[in-house]
């Protein structure tokens, strides 16, 4: 008889769906072909997307000076149900970024990116915090809209960035989980390009090292990751997007010249906090 009774409640809900209602148990459930992220920098009414504003996600482990994640770089969240209304009020903390806080070779794991370096525990000299969700500026709104500020987030103004001195990170990852209520979303290069059209990612200038057991390596700009820069600034060398830090299209001085301004930088240096 229960089973009976799954299976009319199964079949009730498909011929609600056809026709056009969605029950109320499900409106709050993000719907992976309408939701989304892109990215963004500059006023949050007048924004820039797309490649111009990746050229702004860039970071060293201490996250200091005005050319790092500059101009508010962010990522727009927009989420929806399956009906396409908007789903409001998603808790800040139900909305991040995911990273497991370091490699497997590390003993970390999970459904976070296991690329970036972000634990106390091999890195303890330079005191670096332990993240595991990159979390939104705020709750979703009434568009379901809400903002993950690189830098950090400025209390009652989401995606305008203020310096957060408990988010840094190390290493470099192509595509970071972005997942809201447990649902991991696809990324858009601007608000009206096609779902998958791009990945979250933050270039940065400590993407050598960190990665085994060895305790203090990781969140370290130095000679590591400033050699294979200096050796692919020249022109005839295979393009490396990691190491195209204004991403311009190519590696050359600026590039250069950016990454050894933060040379020997980590989690309390130059910046304490």
């Not at 009414?45 to 996250?63: K, V």
């Not at 794991?109 to 939104?136: E, K, T």
């Not at 200096?230 to 997007?241: C, E, I, N, R, T």
Request: charged content about 15%.
């Amino acid at each position: 008889m229960q089973q009976r009774w799954k299976w009319l409640f199964a079949l009730a809900v498909f011929l609600l769906a056809l026709s056009g209602f969605t029950p109320a148990s499900y409106a709050g459930v993000p719907d992976v072909l309408q939701s989304f992220y892109v990215p963004q920098s500059g006023s949050v009414t007048t924004p820039t997307e797309g490649a111009a504003a990746i050229a702004n996600a860039r970071r060293c482990p201490n996250d200091d000076g005005i050319q790092v994640l500059k101009l508010n770089s962010r990522l727009k969240v927009v989420v929806k149900a399956s009906d396409g209304s908007p789903i409001v009020g998603i808790p800040a903390s139900d909305i991040c970024v995911l990273f497991n806080g370091g490699t497997p070779a590390q003993g970390f794991s999970g459904v976070g990116d296991d690329s970036i370096i972000a634990n106390f525990q091999f890195n303890p000299l330079a005191n670096c915090p332990d993240i595991r969700c990159v979390q939104a500026d705020a709750p979703t709104d009434g568009a379901g809209v809400t903002y993950i500020t690189w830098i950090g987030a400025t209390p009652g103004s989401p995606g305008t960035g203020t310096r957060d001195p408990f988010r840094k990170w190390g290493g470099y990852a192509g595509s970071i989980p972005v997942v809201v209520l447990g649902f991991q979303l696809q990324g858009k290069l601007t608000s009206g390009s096609a779902l998958g059209t791009y990945t979250a990612h933050v270039k940065s200038l400590d993407f050598v090292g960190g990665r085994t057991t060895v305790a203090n390596q990781g969140e370290l700009v130095n000679s590591l990751d400033i050699n294979p820069v200096q050796s692919d600034a020249v022109p005839g060398k295979p393009y490396k997007y990691g190491e195209d830090f204004d991403n311009n299209g190519i590696v050359n001085s600026i590039d250069l010249n950016f990454i050894k301004a933060h040379n020997n930088h980590k989690c309390n240096f130059p910046t304490v906090n």
